[in-house]
Nanobody
Framework: QVQLVESGGGLVQAGGSLKLSCAASARTFSIYAMGWFRQAPGKEREFVAAISQSGGRTVSADSVKGRFTISRDNAKNTVYLQMNSLKPEDTAVYYC???????????????WGKGTLVTVSS
């Protein structure tokens, strides 16, 4: 069982930056690959970025490449999402997910946080 708690959301102007954090309760945090997803109002939840167990491999959605960076600190049981050059279309609730890594792809398990709201004003 993994409990995930996101933080760091808020209101920011377009072009600004935010850094999200996700703290995990599991003592075995390092066995999980971790991902970030987001859900905008009226839309389905979508994949944003993921990172392998060691942090050596990452993958991200085309819509955020070059702007968002995922990282993790296994000593702190925490995964981060640094978001730069934010756009109004990045407005969403951002969720942390624990999962695995297979053939260079991330797959999520049914471990989710409650989310943190990011609002980007134009």
């Amino acid at each position: 069982q993994v409990q995930l708690v996101e933080s760091g959301g808020g209101l920011v102007q377009a072009g600004g930056s935010l850094k999200l954090s996700c703290a995990a309760s599991a003592r075995t945090f390092s066995i999980y690959a971790m991902g970030w997803f987001r859900q905008a109002p009226g839309k389905e939840r979508e994949f944003v970025a993921a990172i392998s167990q060691s942090g050596g491999r990452t993958v991200s959605a085309d819509s955020v490449k070059g702007r968002f960076t995922i990282s993790r600190d296994n000593a702190k049981n925490t995964v981060y999402l640094q978001m730069n050059s934010l756009k109004p279309e990045d407005t969403a609730v951002y969720y942390c997910n624990a999962g695995g890594w297979r053939r260079e792809n991330y797959f999520g398990l049914d471990y989710w946080g409650k989310g943190t709201l990011v609002t980007v004003s134009s």
